[in-house]
């Protein structure tokens, strides 16, 4: 009858014991923030928005990330979304940048654009979703970073 005691408690620690070998740590430590912003074109259908992102890795360990996807508020108005599709690699403790472009479709909010960037000085939140692919395994990191740029 102890056999089974003893069987049932080795049982039980390696089932409290398993779920810590089977999760992997969530990564954490990537960032991004708006660094510049210009109008690249203007059309009678559409306006583009280029935004070049200033990526930052503080992690000790390289990082790469497939995708990742941008949404931009100006001054508190929802601006648009930006998919940045290039594959970009962090070596440990490092930065890169890239350039997003955001078509605006909505001709009032395009007409508004001008004298935003006029302006001299704009907050914005950029919400970000990171793709990072690891061991057959998609992996997306959040991020919201608040800020101001000076134009």
């Known amino acids: 009858m102890n056999f089974s005691k ?8 390696f089932a409290a014991l398993m779920p810590g070998c ?5 990564l954490t430590g990537l ?11 203007i059309t009678e259908a559409h306006t583009k928005l280029l935004l070049t992102i200033r990526y930052d890795n503080e992690n000790i360990i390289p990082v790469g990330i497939s995708r990742a996807v ?6 508190g108005t929802y601006i648009g979304q930006g998919i940045g599709t290039q594959a970009l690699g962090f070596p440990p403790t ?13 001709r009032a909010l ?18 970000s979703e990171f793709t990072v692919p690891t061991y057959g395994a998609d992996h997306r990191i959040k991020h919201v970073k608040e800020g101001v740029i000076e134009l």
Do not use: F, M
């Open 70 to 75: 941008h949404k931009l508020s100006l001054n």
């Open 110 to 127: 395009a007409a508004q654009l001008p004298a935003l960037l006029i302006s001299g000085r704009l907050t914005y939140r950029l919400e």
């Open 31 to 41: 960032s991004a923030r708006v660094t510049a912003i210009r109008i690249d074109n």
């Open 6 to 13: 003893w069987h049932s408690a080795v049982l039980i620690c």
């Open 94 to 106: 490092s930065n890169a940048s890239q350039e997003i472009v955001i078509v605006i479709d909505n």
């Open 22 to 26: 089977v999760n992997s740590p969530q």
